[in-house]
């Protein structure tokens, strides 16, 4: 069984900067996706950035390219999301999420995780 707790949100000035952080517990996600989404008030859930554990390759939407950076610790079974430039459509609960698929299919916005963390609050003022 695995489980999974974010870490790492809170509010900040357009232009700031946050880091999450999520953290695994049980078994290893060795050759799993993990990634991040985000759900704003109002708006559907939209997949921010994923990683193939075995390889590091990423995946992001093109709202964060160049802003947003995601990786992962194997050893310590952390994934992280460095968010830089930060705005306030930024502004969202994100998710920290695993799903043991194909390294393809983790290169798109459009896999299904079937591990969620709890989520953590980021928001982003003017």
């Known amino acids: 069984q695995v489980h999974l707790v974010e870490f790492g949100g809170g509010s900040v000035q357009a232009g700031g900067s946050l880091r999450l952080s999520c953290a695994a517990s049980g078994d290893t996600l060795n050759k799993y996706c993990m990634g991040w989404f985000r759900q704003a008030p109002g708006k559907e859930r939209e997949a921010v950035a994923s990683?193939?554990?075995?390889?590091?390759?990423?995946w992001y939407t093109d709202s964060v390219k160049g802003r947003f950076t995601v990786s992962h610790d194997n050893a310590e079974k952390v994934l992280y999301l460095n968010m830089n430039t930060l705005q306030p459509e930024d502004t969202a609960m994100y998710y920290c999420a695993a799903a043991f698929i194909e390294p393809y299919d983790c290169y798109s916005g459009s896999w299904s995780p079937n591990l969620w963390g709890q989520g953590t609050q980021v928001t982003v003022s003017t």
């Open positions: 990683i193939y554990t075995h390889g590091g390759s990423t």
